[in-house]
Structure formats: C-alpha cells, structure tokens
C-alpha cells in the first residue's frame, strides 16, 4: 500500500517525471517548467558572478595597497624649532629603524624620505610624489619590484630614478630619458629662495596595478632625497611592513613604544578603512538586491505548479482513490518544483563558475564590442575587471537558490495534496 511506502518512493519520482516532461496538450506545463528553469539559472549566475567581481576586486585593491604601499607608517610629532618653525624629521631614524624591525612580527623597517615636485621633460610636465629610499628596501616592495610587469634595471636604482608608469606615459618618458624635478623649497638667498632643480636618468619604470600610485609616484635614492629636499641627516617617517597585514592592530602598542615618544602611527587600515567600509555596505546591499532577483525567479517555479495542479486534478483524484496519501500527493508536486529549481540552481552555478574563470576574455570581448573604453581606470583605480572565485560565496548562492526554490515549491504542492478527490473527480 502506498501508506506503508517510505517518503520519496520510485512510484513518486516516476510520476513527478512524467509531469514534469509532459506536453502541454496532455495537461502538462512543460512551457513554464522551462521558463522557471531559465529564470534560476540567470539569476544564480548573475549572483554567482556578482560575488565572484565583489571578491575579486576587494582582494586586488588590498593586495594593490598591501604589495605597494607600508602597512605601517611611523611619523614623529610636530615639534616648534628654535626659529619658530614645526619639525617633524626623525633624526635617529637608523636607531628607530632597528628598533622597530626588533617588534615581533615586523619584517621590515625602512626610512624615508618624501616631498611633491614638479616632473618635467621636453615641455611636458606632471606632479609627482618622490619617495627617497634605499635600493635595498626598494628590492623588496613586491608590487614595484615584480620584474613581470616592471621594466629596466632595478639594480641600477642608485644611478637614476625609478618612475610609474603613468608618469612616464604622461611624461613621454622612457628608459635612458633624463628627467628634471623641480622643488620650489630649493636654495635660501638673500633675494628669497630658489627653486631646486636636478636631472635623474630613468632606470627603471614599475607599474604596481593601481592608477594613482603609477601616475604621481617616483623614487630616489635616500641620500639623494636628502640633499635634493635639505633634509640631510633626517628622515620624514618610517615605513614599516609586517609579516599578517590583517593583524597590524595588534602591533599598534609595541610600534609606539619602539618607536620612543613623539612616534606616531598610520597603518593601512587608517588609510583605506573608508574604502573598505564602504565596499561591504555596498556587498551587503548587492546581495541583498540579487536575493531578491532569485527570489523573483523562484517565484515562477510556484506559477508553475499552480498550472500543474490545477491541469492535474483529475489525476489527483484518481490517485487518491487508489490509495496514495496526502504526503505521497505532496511529495510528487514538491519533486516537480524542487527538480526544476535544482537543475536550474546547477546550471547557474556552472556559468557563473565559467564566467568568473573567463571573465578576462569576456570582458576583452565586451570592450571590443562597445569600441573600448568600458573600464576606465582613472575611475576604478585598478586596470582591470577582476574575479576571484570562493567557495563560500558559491556555496552561499547554491544554499539561497535552493532554499528559497524548495519554500515556495511546498505550498503549490500542499494545495494538491489537501485537494478532495470527490471535488476533483465529481465532473469527469
């Protein structure tokens, strides 16, 4: 007897089948059924995809940050001179350099020197940021010494300048070119001060991924950086890397004390947390809005088994009076929507997978088609669209989908199976 049949029984899955693949002119509603196939795939693609960019550019803006720029930076606080002035130079920036490299869990500590100029070059001329350092600390920024994507001779860092490559774009300027900096803090005369203005060859031309670094950035040798902006014997600040940027919070005390008395700190999350924040509200949002959408799309699966139920009322009173239980009937239609939002969820979790794995060719296709200039990356900050693939994100997409095509399966498949087999049969 079907009573005594366990739950999900062949008999079940048999006829849930049937209806499932019927034509339209037998009773079936195989035209929906395929509408709310669709419907779950795009939106748990579109889902899928949307995480896939969310994650992609989160890890490239932090890793653009983390890879170029210190985790941490020392300053020390401003200080009245004798003539009145503010100082904020760090005198024994050798002995707060070893200092610092000695707090656990800092892998490096390197002064420098920093000041904005004037570039120019045959008529040409952009603001930059110089960054006066040492060659040997220069050799381990990752994003600036990636001989992927830098160009030069990084070892001859001490005979040059190192320049982005959106300041060299913005230049003109290539290897070999001799470029000028100009500091208006040059030479104090009795007629006022002059301004300061030295040649550096171009050695090498780095490109860290991130636009504003490339376009305003440069570095000098320390020394060089010293006598070029009358810092001599002083550093400005202290840049400090670690080995977890993620815990650099937990290093803050133990920095301030190597760092003596007037040190001050800014780390990496002082610099971007706006970003940051602001990008999770905006994650939080997006998947709310996409939810939404799969919510939508499911929501044709329950369209779907109305049509079913209703076409099918005849067949439920037959098998009703053949002995099948409310469960059994209930089970039958919940196969039908679930089935239907299962290969639809399966589907979408393929694509968004493909996409995100393509996404470069897709893209390339997508700017091709619209004639360029879709990713400006004055705007983004980064060069390209990216996608990082998680788990947790498709496994999130796969759980909503599939929980919310299940909840609106069971009340169609409820309404069938609490249907009186005496109504459903009384006109036939």
């Not at 040997?136 to 994507?149: C, K, Q």
């Not at 959106?166 to 030479?187: F, Q, T, W």
């Not at 979790?349 to 990356?377: E, H, Q, R, S």
Request: glycine share 10%; net charge negative; proline share 3%.
């Amino acid at each position: 007897m079907a009573g005594n049949t366990a739950p999900f029984a062949a008999f079940e899955w048999m006829i849930a089948w049937r209806y499932l693949r019927a034509r339209r002119a037998e009773g079936g509603v195989s035209v929906m059924t395929w509408i709310s196939l669709i419907g779950i795939t795009l939106a748990v693609f579109a889902l899928i995809a949307t995480l896939a960019v969310r994650s992609g550019f989160r890890a490239e803006f932090v890793d653009t940050i983390l890879g170029a720029n210190a985790h941490v930076t020392v300053y020390n606080s401003a200080q009245v001179t004798e003539q009145g002035g503010i100082d904020r130079t760090i005198p024994d920036y050798e002995e707060m350099s070893g200092r610092l490299r000695a707090v656990e869990g800092v892998t490096r500590a390197a002064p420098l020197v920093k000041g904005q100029v004037m570039a120019s070059l045959r008529g040409s001329n952009t603001g930059v940021e110089v960054f006066g350092i040492s060659a040997e600390h220069l050799a381990t920024i990752p994003r600036i010494a990636d001989p992927e994507t830098g160009r030069g001779e990084i070892g001859r860092f001490e005979e040059g300048i190192a320049i982005g490559s959106g300041v060299a774009r913005e230049l003109g300027a290539g290897l070999g070119d001799r470029i000028k900096l100009i500091s208006p803090d040059g030479v104090k005369t009795a007629f006022g001060t002059s301004p300061r203005v030295n040649a550096y060859e171009v050695v090498y031309i780095f490109s860290a991924g991130r636009y504003d670094i490339d376009r305003t950035r440069v570095y000098l040798p320390f020394e060089e950086a010293q006598t070029f902006f009358n810092r001599d014997g002083v550093a400005t600040e202290i840049e400090v890397m670690v080995e977890d940027p993620d815990r650099v919070d937990e290093l803050s005390v133990d920095l301030l004390r190597a760092g003596g008395n007037r040190a001050t700190i800014w780390t990496w999350r002082d610099a971007s947390g706006g970003f940051l924040r602001a990008l999770e509200i905006e994650d939080n949002v997006m998947f709310v809005i996409l939810s939404i959408l799969v919510l939508i799309a499911a929501m044709n699966i329950v369209s779907g088994l109305i049509m079913l139920v209703k076409n099918k009322g005849r067949d439920i009173g037959i098998l009703r009076t053949m002995g099948l239980t409310e469960g059994s009937v209930l089970r039958v239609f919940f196969i039908c929507g679930a089935f239907t939002g299962l290969i639809g969820t399966a589907l979408g979790v393929v694509l968004g997978c493909l996409f995100a794995i393509y996404i470069d060719p897709v893209f390339a296709m997508v700017n091709t088609v619209a004639g360029g200039g879709v990713w400006d990356p004055s705007i983004r900050g980064i060069y390209h669209l990216p996608a990082k693939l998680e788990l947790a994100d498709v496994i999130s997409a796969v759980t909503l989908s599939l929980g919310l095509s299940f909840c609106v399966t069971y009340f169609p498949a409820r309404r069938a199976a609490r249907l009186n087999p005496v109504e459903a049969l009384r006109y036939e």
